[in-house]
């Protein structure tokens, strides 16, 4: 069974651009979450989709939006792109909505410059 | 609000030794606790999912056990090999039955050859 899959895996963006990350689940997970992982922060919660709906969303800007379809695969936004955004952008999925083993992607790296 | 902190944030032991990596967590209503190993650059790998009414878990040579009176859970590595250096991190649910993370620092292990 394919793991869970993230595209691009690098990006190189400027400040004020936008950038759209993708995630594709498991097959047969419903559950999609998200997470930034920056050297001084850590790893942070960004948001948590299941059947097309956002049930939880972490402690930032609006300028961070995400999306999920019916088929689970999930989208992120960010815009207005600011240098701080520089990060891994992990995505992981997981069966259902309620708290299980979550099950991770390689990641997106985004500069921003 | 819950804190999680891992102790140390670097170990390096010769390949062999048995090692424990420590989690300690402020807030002891969690629902669940996990365990996961990330390699450098890459995403995470989930290494074991302690249910908060359970006391331990074990794979392989792993071994995690949970108290949660204590706010406290331990990574026991048996005959560790150079294939364990990676950093480990710890993470317990934001809320209860969600899947959003709340991450700890992480130990990062190096096992010498």
């Known amino acids: 069974k394919a793991g869970v899959t993230q595209t691009p895996r690098y990006l190189i963006k400027t400040r004020g651009q936008q950038v759209t990350l993708s995630c594709s689940p498991i097959?047969?997970?419903?559950?999609v979450s998200w997470y930034q992982q920056t050297p001084g922060q850590g790893l942070q919660f960004l948001f948590e989709?299941?059947?097309?709906?956002?049930?939880n969303k972490g402690n930032f800007p609006g300028r961070f939006s995400g999306r999920q379809f019916s088929n689970s695969r999930s989208e992120m936004n960010v815009s207005t792109l600011e240098l701080g955004d520089s990060a891994l952008y992990l995505c992981?999925?997981?069966?259902?909505?309620?708290?299980?083993?979550?099950?991770f992607g390689p990641g997106t790296r985004l500069t921003v410059l | 609000k819950q804190e999680v902190t891992q102790i140390p944030a670097a170990l390096s032991v010769p390949e062999g030794e048995n090692l424990v990596l420590n989690c300690s967590f402020t807030?002891?209503?969690?629902?669940?606790l996990q365990w996961f190993r990330q390699d450098p650059g890459k995403g995470l790998t989930s290494l074991l999912l302690?249910?908060?009414?359970?006391r331990e878990q074990t794979s392989g040579r792993l071994n995690a056990s949970l108290d949660k009176s204590s706010g406290r859970s331990t990574l026991y590595i048996a005959a560790s090999q150079p294939g364990d250096s990676a950093t480990y991190l710890c993470a317990v649910p934001i809320q209860t039955g969600a899947n959003n993370l709340f991450f700890g620092t992480g130990t990062r292990l190096t096992v010498i050859p």
């Open positions: 807030d002891s209503a969690i629902y669940n």
């Open positions: 989709y299941f059947s097309e709906t956002q049930r």
């Open positions: 302690i249910q908060s009414s359970q």
């Open positions: 097959s047969g997970h419903r559950s």
């Open positions: 992981a999925s997981s069966l259902g909505p309620y708290t299980d083993t979550q099950y």
